[in-house]
């Protein structure tokens, strides 16, 4: 068994975990996540534990199990303290603006780029830094992810949208031939 699934997980003061035939829900402060998991898996609730065990002996259970306590987990602090990821944009004439449930994007394309922001998020924007904040940890990624890949960072001039915390190689371009 996974090193992960074999520590209990401690359910913060404020939350209630509930198990509702295969569906796990988690109540917090920040709101309320439910995800559904397998039958390889056996979670359960005591007190202000949670604990998962595989149902079987075989390798796939076991993997799933540390999976799936690290998918408790992330939803427990979700739904306590949240996630946040904060992007960079940078290049001349580049910038972002929240118009609303819309992100206006303009990065050097003919038309400005428009993304809706899901449900359940928030997206402040200060001096070229965008931060996506909200308490699924999965829907924060896959969003900052979304927004990354419509302009990626190119290794010239390092024009681009990249995470703060992102480290771009630079190339060295031509050189002039004499």
Request: proline fraction near 4%; glycine fraction near 10%.
């Amino acid at each position: 068994m996974s090193r992960i699934a074999k520590q209990p997980i401690t359910l913060p003061a404020g939350v209630t975990a509930i198990i509702d035939g295969d569906e796990f829900k988690v109540k917090g402060p920040l709101g309320e996540l439910s995800k559904k998991f397998k039958s390889d898996v056996v979670i359960t609730v005591e007190g202000q534990t949670v604990k998962v065990s595989p149902s079987h002996k075989s390798i796939s259970a076991n993997a799933l199990s540390g999976t799936y306590a690290s998918h408790l987990k992330n939803m427990i602090e979700g739904v306590t303290k949240g996630f946040e990821k904060k992007l960079i944009i940078e290049g001349v004439g580049f910038r972002y603006a929240v118009n609303g449930n819309d992100i206006k994007l303009d990065i050097g394309f003919s038309h400005p780029v428009n993304v809706p922001i899901p449900a359940g998020l928030k997206v402040v924007i200060e001096k070229g830094n965008m931060t996506i904040s909200g308490y699924d940890k999965e829907a924060v990624g896959e969003f900052s992810a979304k927004i990354r890949a419509l302009k990626k960072v190119e290794p010239y001039k390092g024009k681009g949208i990249r995470y703060v915390d992102e480290v771009v190689r630079r190339k060295q371009g031509k050189k002039a031939s004499a």
